[in-house]
């Protein structure tokens, strides 16, 4: 039996997680309202910086990527990053409003491209850290778990913590998220290592496409409702209120399902678990079509049965992207390339998340009769479009060409 202390090394790498949602969910939800009614710029200034800064941090992804995998991660990355994400931070909350637009586009540039210092290499870690797929699944999952914990945090804390307050639980949280990366220590690759394997070659492997072309359209399913939540909630459910409680059921119910899909997928292996989640999602969410005024609490249990699905739409995914990482690895005499895998993997899920605002708005404008788009039009954006395309992903990973995806042997 495994001592407490065994478990450190997953405890240790999962940490950052816990602050960096905590500080990303309000600042991708809030910051932008607030800002334009608050900070006195108005929506159009707000919408057009965030478009260009959200531009800029896709840009970035494979660039660092390429980065780490180059020179490791060493302590330099993970504080000068967070030197990034502190300082933006905290210029944004404690300078008074408004600034030059362009110095408000600088601060935000900064602050995602400190985000993606800390995100590429911590997400690419376990492709070093881990040895076999029992380790892969650990790490994953407790990455995950950290993530969901610190989205419960950021939600609960409008509702115990006084608005005069909330600049101390700023600094409080880049405190534990200096803490955690410090923590991260320097993973330096051998000077043997094969820093040259660019991402064309990444993407000329089959089994890169493979993965990579359902991830993508996972990820858009998953964040098609969430582009379109508050509008189904009072236009649909009449129940705008309880915004707030939906989200809280759906996240709670993540984390709790983080260790049952861990041990499914120790028992029937990562892909079919992730087919199994796949299903059982698309089946609980479809029953959300039936829904009208005044179905709030019903709404809430379709949420809390999405949300224990959850678990096997990230930490699964994850989990075989690690593998791939490792074996492509192994594959070219040892070549440094996981960060660049797990840029790729970011990028692709920016992009579905960016996708998902603009494809869901455009059909909802095309629909609407003068501001306000019919139910029917609401309610196919936020529960049809996402069951036929978490069905897609299902018949996507049933492909011979993904059968790989089910083979767990330890690389």
Partial sequence: ???????????????????????????????????????????????????????????????????????????????????????????????????????????????MLGWTGITVPWLALPVNLSQHNMDRLRYNSSREGTLLLGTLIAMLAPALVAPSSLPSALIVLLAALFVAVYLQGSQNFSAGANSTLSVKVLLADCRVRSLALPWFVNMFANAIPG????????????????????????????????????????????????????????????????????????????????????????????????????????????AALGARMFALWSMLSKAAMGLAVGVSYLWLGSQADIDVPPVWAITAAYVLAPVVLKLCVFYMLGRESVAWLGKRADV
């Fill in 1 to 111: 039996m495994r001592s407490p202390l065994a478990y450190w090394r997953f405890i240790r790498y999962a940490l950052p997680g816990l602050p960096l949602a905590a500080l990303g969910l309000p600042f991708y939800i809030y910051a932008p309202l607030w800002l334009a009614e608050q900070g006195g710029y108005g929506y159009t200034v707000v919408g057009t910086i965030f478009i260009l800064a959200r531009f800029s941090d896709v840009a970035s992804d494979l660039p660092a990527g390429a980065w780490v995998d180059r020179h490791g991660s060493g302590r330099a990355l993970w504080l000068g990053s967070w030197l990034l994400i502190a300082a933006s931070a905290m210029s944004l909350a404690f300078i008074p409003h408004p600034w030059p637009p362009s110095i408000l586009a600088l601060a935000l540039v900064l602050l």
């Fill in 227 to 334: 582009a379109v939540l508050l509008l189904f909630m009072r236009e649909v459910l009449g129940a705008e209120d309880a915004v707030p409680m939906a989200l809280l059921s759906y996240f709670l119910a993540g984390l709790i399902g983080v260790p049952f899909w861990y041990f499914l997928a120790k028992k029937l292996g990562d892909l079919r678990s992730w087919r199994i989640g796949l299903c059982c999602s698309a089946l609980l969410f479809s029953f959300a079509a039936l829904l009208g005024e005044g179905d709030v609490y019903w709404f809430i249990a379709i949420s809390i049965g999405t949300g224990l699905m959850l678990g096997a739409d990230q930490a699964l995914p994850s989990a075989m992207q690690t593998g791939l990482a490792q074996a492509l690895s192994k594959e070219h005499g040892g």
